[in-house]
């Protein structure tokens, strides 16, 4: 059974650069979402996406960062221009939802997550 | 904004100890849900237990158990007889539609021995 896997593990960039991350999530999970977490805070929503649909973007994402995932499966979130304050862990979570006799929405189960470091 | 508060910002407690942490929410909402995750050293946010706002019985998992208690928007987490292992940030939080979840800012727990 595996989990959710997020690459790379650490990112370190200058400011200035893109960067993409990559989040596999778990494979029968129809719902992917990210999530950012700086020192000291707990993680705050960024955007979920049920199947290839975006279906809710936080204010907190910038028209700097996107998000997709074109087939369902896997997502990837890219930062343009990064800025030091985008530096933090990313984290992506899938949940598995169903709504065939009775709704059912799992947990969400998270991934180990990308520590962004811009210089 | 709905928020999730966790007032304790670290605690220490020798092994063997019982803790509690502490988890106040704020909603406007009738259908909730509430959890804790425990995210250890290595980063990964592990889920430890969902409530639903229906259900307001306490839970008992091995040395966990949960208090949740609507009236004072409360959902604490208790550790009976702490182990080094527990050791680890505990964040406590609340989600709605589309399970997207307001965290709060995490209880550090330290256990010594």
């Known amino acids: 059974d595996t989990g959710v896997s997020q690459d790379p593990r650490h990112k370190i960039t200058k400011r200035g650069q893109n960067v993409t991350f990559r989040c596999d999530p778990i494979?029968?999970?129809?719902?992917l979402y990210w999530y950012r977490q700086t020192l000291g805070q707990g993680p705050e929503f960024l955007t979920y996406?049920?199947?290839?649909?975006?279906?809710?973007k936080s204010r907190l994402l910038s028209d700097r960062f996107s998000a997709e995932r074109p087939k369902g499966s896997f997502s990837t979130l890219e930062i343009q221009r990064t800025e030091q304050g985008d530096s933090a862990m990313y984290l992506c979570?899938?949940?598995?939802?169903?709504?065939?006799?009775?709704?059912?929405?799992?947990?969400?189960?998270f991934g180990n997550g990308t520590r962004l470091t811009v210089t | 904004a709905q928020k999730v508060t966790q007032a304790q910002t670290e605690i220490s407690v020798v092994e063997k100890e019982d803790v509690t942490l502490d988890c106040v929410y704020e909603?406007?909402?009738?259908?909730?849900?509430l959890f804790w995750y425990k995210q250890p050293p290595s980063g990964e946010l592990v889920f430890l237990i969902r409530r639903n706002s229906f259900d307001e019985q306490n839970e008992i998992s091995g040395r966990y158990s949960w208090n949740f208690q609507k009236s004072t928007s409360s959902f604490n987490f208790t550790i009976t007889a702490s182990q080094v292992v527990d050791s680890a940030v505990y964040f406590c939080a609340r989600g709605g539609g589309g399970n997207k979840l307001t965290f709060g800012t995490g209880t550090q727990l330290k256990v010594e021995l």
């Open positions: 979570a899938s949940s598995a939802t169903r709504t065939a006799r009775g709704s059912y929405n799992s947990p969400l189960h």
């Open positions: 996406f049920q199947n290839e649909a975006q279906l809710e």
């Open positions: 494979s029968e999970h129809n719902r």
């Open positions: 909603t406007r909402d009738t259908t909730y849900y």
